[in-house]
Every structure is written in structure tokens, then in C-alpha cells.
């Protein structure tokens, strides 16, 4: 084969694969520049969702108790994902002596955080799992899925017995820990968490990310 023959044919094969590879590539770029406007617009809506809350938190030092838990109110009716961090700010314009408001606030609060939970939670499978040849955990599992229940939790709440095995099999587990899809699922790993602290305070439930969607519309608590 002459020497031209080898080049042509290796130009060629090279056209080939670059007209494949363009396609591929094209679809790769277009994607993450979508993922980069979105994460953009999202930054975006949250900087703005900052600013008019703290333009109305500005205006707390001058209110009254009652337009205090207005304002509890309506950040958890508005602002939605901003409800876990507005009683700090609004305990931080009351007077330290002033324990009667501060109280109707917290119960205010508490109420609020409490809709969303059993609202965010409701559309979610909650699984827990323990270690089977431990009666405590057992124990423990049912008592929190009694709890739950009371508490108003709607969700389907299921019972998952391990082996010792099986746990040990899963990642980095020390302690008894929440896993839940990070970047699909925050929202309500952290209410689970919230609402966790409150029925069963007994025990810390950490978050950890499970890694992967492989249990869609499920968030774990693994006991151990």
C-alpha cells in the first residue's frame, strides 16, 4: 500500500470518529451548560428570597408579639424552605424578658414546622431498618414508627429487619444515621431529621447521602 493510501485511510477513519464523537460531545456541552443556567437561576432566586427576608426581619424590632407570629406564619407559607431558621431570627428581636411572647412564637413555629414535615414527608415511602438479632432495635424501630404516627406523619412507614451482615455492608455506618439522595431529597432528610429530634430525642440521627436514586421516593433510617 502506497504511503498516500495509509494517510487517506487514516484521515478517514479519523473523519469517522470525529462525526460520531460530535454528536456525543455537542449533547455532553448543551447539558452542562442547562446544569450551570439552572444552578445559576437557582442561586439567583435564593439570593432574592434572602434580601426580602431580611428587609422584613429588619422591620421585627419595632413589631408586637402578634405581628411576630405573623410573620412565623407567613415565611412558612411564603418561604417555605427558609421555615427552619426563622425562629432563631425572630427569638434574636425579642426581649429577654419578654418569655410570654417568645413562647407563642415557638408554638407558632413549632406548628408551622410541623404542617410542612408531615406535607414534604407525605409523598415519600419512610424505611426503617435494624440490625434483627437485637431485640432493643426492634424495640426502638416500632417505638419511632409509632411516634411518627402520632406525630401526624401520613407517610407509609415500613419495617425492615437486617442481618448484622448486611449492615456492616453499608457505607461508613457508625452510627444511626438518615440516608436520603442529596441534591433530590435535603428537604426532607432534614425535616425527617427535625421532627426525629423532637418525638424520639433519646437518640442523633445523622444525614448521609446515599449516593445514587436507587430508592426513589423512599428515605431510610438505619438503626444501629
Known sequence: MRKIDVIDCISGIIGALGSAFIPVFLFIYTQNIEEQNRQLQL???????????????????KADC??????????????????????????SYLKVSDKKCEDKVEKEYNKQIRN?????????????YYIQEYTELQEMATSIRNKLENYGVTSKINMYPKSQ??????ILLSNSVIFYEKGVEDQAGKLLQNVLSKIYPQKVFKLQ?????????AISIMLK
Open 43 to 61: 442561586a439567583q432566586e435564593t439570593q432574592n428570597r434572602q434580601l426580602q427576608i431580611a428587609q422584613m426581619t429588619s422591620q421585627l424590632y
Open 66 to 91: 402578634q405581628q411576630k407570629v405573623d410573620y412565623v406564619t407567613f415565611i412558612s407559607t411564603q418561604f417555605p424552605e427558609d421555615i427552619s431558621s426563622t425562629l432563631p431570627v425572630v427569638n
Open 116 to 128: 410542612k414535615s408531615i406535607q414534604e414527608l407525605e409523598n415519600y415511602e419512610i424505611r426503617i
Open 165 to 170: 451482615t448486611w449492615f456492616n455492608k453499608q
Open 209 to 217: 447521602d446515599t449516593g445514587n436514586s436507587s430508592s426513589k421516593n
